[in-house]
């Protein structure tokens, strides 16, 4: 680990080290101070295990572990998910297997798991995934929907339709219409939902520990125009949810100008909607106090996970409900 020895070269220091633009490490110690920064960037540099979903579509978790151990592939089952698995060692790919080929799992990151479950579809509701491609949370709704109601999955780049029609295809999903469009525009389909997932396009910036490009890749600049798109979608999504109903907003990114801030935001612009607390404590409470600014109170109901502190991408979930 790196000893700071000055205050005034902090910033520099551990953005010439690690290898971040340095406006990165100057928010990080304004919201985690200089120890839990230091602490963040060392979490970056440690690989991953790759962690997968079991489609219950198409067979059970037991069956899936057996094919899997026969190949000598070693699992180890979540603690959150109990169909969802680490994976400690893969002789090949996991990702080249036949069991992959066959849908039988999705390959995806444990805490991209988490919004679809926490949003909890049944087979009577209608729900919208905002942002599909490539269809690694849109085939988990589906699944969670017993492959019934109805599940109108919304993408705006059409270069990115194919892969998830690919997706769907092999997880055998079949209650699910793709909608090419942008998902600030939802109240031109004249409909509602009983539940919307929005995991919003974002920085990035959970993701560095995947893709250590991202330590270099956006600009305060970027930040701020993905924070104003997220906060068109949002608005967009509770206008046409149902009251009553629910919306997951989630990120792949630690940067509260794309998770509480945008949240505050748009639902002090409105009387409709409120967070509410998620059952379970996965991860540590939303900031309700960040960069001098004091927000609503319960953006602690909301939760953010940190590769320091939960062995894991950097992410953010938060449940509301339209009243």
């Not at 089952?77 to 680490?86: H, I, M, N, S, V």
């Amino acid at each position: 680990m790196i000893s700071i020895n000055s205050d005034h070269n902090q910033v520099k220091t551990l953005a010439t080290n690690y290898g971040y633009l340095p406006y990165m490490i100057q928010r990080y110690i304004d919201f985690l101070g200089i120890e839990e920064t230091i602490n963040l960037l060392e979490a970056n540099e440690k690989p991953l295990n790759p962690w997968i979903r079991m489609n219950s579509l198409k067979i059970s978790s037991h069956n899936l572990v057996e094919k899997l151990q026969n190949k000598e592939v070693v699992l180890r089952q979540g603690k959150w998910l109990r169909y969802a698995f680490e994976i400690l060692n893969e002789p090949i790919p996991i990702g080249s297997l036949h069991e992959y080929l066959q849908g039988f799992y999705y390959i995806q990151n444990k805490l991209s798991m988490l919004p679809p479950h926490l949003l909890n579809p049944t087979a009577d509701d209608t729900v919208i995934d905002m942002c599909a491609a490539p269809g690694g949370k849109a085939s988990h709704l589906a699944q969670l929907m017993e492959n019934k109601g109805i599940l109108l999955l919304i993408e705006r780049n059409k270069k990115r339709i194919p892969a998830l029609e690919l997706n769907l295809n092999r997880m055998g999903i079949y209650n699910s219409i793709i909608v090419n469009m942008d998902a600030r525009n939802l109240d031109s389909l004249n409909t509602k939902a009983d539940k919307i997932l929005l995991d919003a396009p974002c920085t990035g910036e959970g993701l560095i520990r995947e893709d250590p490009s991202r330590k270099k890749s956006k600009t305060p600049q970027n930040l701020q125009k993905m924070a104003q798109i997220q906060k068109e979608l949002l608005s967009s999504g509770l206008d046409i949810l149902r009251k009553n109903g629910h919306l997951l907003y989630s990120t792949c990114s630690i940067a509260p100008e794309e998770n509480e801030l945008v949240v505050n935001y748009v639902l002090n612009q409105r009387k409709d909607a409120k967070i509410i607390k998620i059952e379970a404590q996965y991860g540590v409470p939303g900031f309700i106090e960040i960069f001098g600014a004091f927000l609503r109170e319960d953006l602690r109901y909301s939760q953010r996970f940190f590769p320091h502190l939960h062995n894991s991408i950097g992410f953010y979930i938060c449940l509301i409900k339209k009243i």
